[in-house]
């Protein structure tokens, strides 16, 4: 039987070698390898999970419900909207999107990391929105992920070949002004490839579980 010197000793120990868990947020203008660095992410930390979210369109050949996305009906995502439910929303393509409250701070409560993958003007709106969420606005940590110049992305938009030439010039117009935001976010990382973005990525994560705020020191 332990002692309760023990348990206290035991209970410093745990809580140093736990720091509180973040909440990373990774915007990028398409093209620049977002989607691919949250992958990476994800699997290089067992203890992160990426938030699932919510959406009104059906589900795709292969797409389980609760695990690609949670699927709503119209109606119910709207009673959600009106309840003040979402961190964030947004309709694209005439479907809804968003990503519940309760999806973040389940997470974080259970101490697993949680990855936001966002546009910039989701991680405009989810920065604002936290401001009122004291747990979500502890846990936030922002990227943003920019090619090294327009005409690497132009040339990573086009290796893609997934959109015509007029796409592409309307992308990346839109990618100039979304980089144009990139002083809003807590780092800047300039993509170079994809072990290296991931390296440096890790970096940070590593040094966010190392700030004051969040970790404590073992007990003496």
Known sequence: MKSSKSKVQSSKSSA???PAP???LISAPSGAGKTTLCHQLVASRPGMARAITCTTRGPR???KDGVDYYFFSVAEFQRRE???EFIEHATVYGNRYGILKSELLGKLRSGRDVLLN???QGAATIRSRVQ???EL???LVTVFLTPPSIAELEARLTNRAADSAAVIQKRLAVAR???AEWRHFDYLLTSTTKPEDLRRMLAIVEAEKMRAARAAAPGF
Do not use: C, H, Y
């Open 118 to 120: 966002v546009d910039v």
């Open 61 to 63: 050949p292969g797409e």
């Open 137 to 139: 606005r502890r846990a």
């Open 16 to 18: 140093a070698e736990s």
């Open 82 to 84: 009106q309840a003040d």
């Open 177 to 179: 002004q979304e980089i």
């Open 22 to 24: 973040l909440m990373i």
């Open 132 to 134: 009122a969420e004291p």
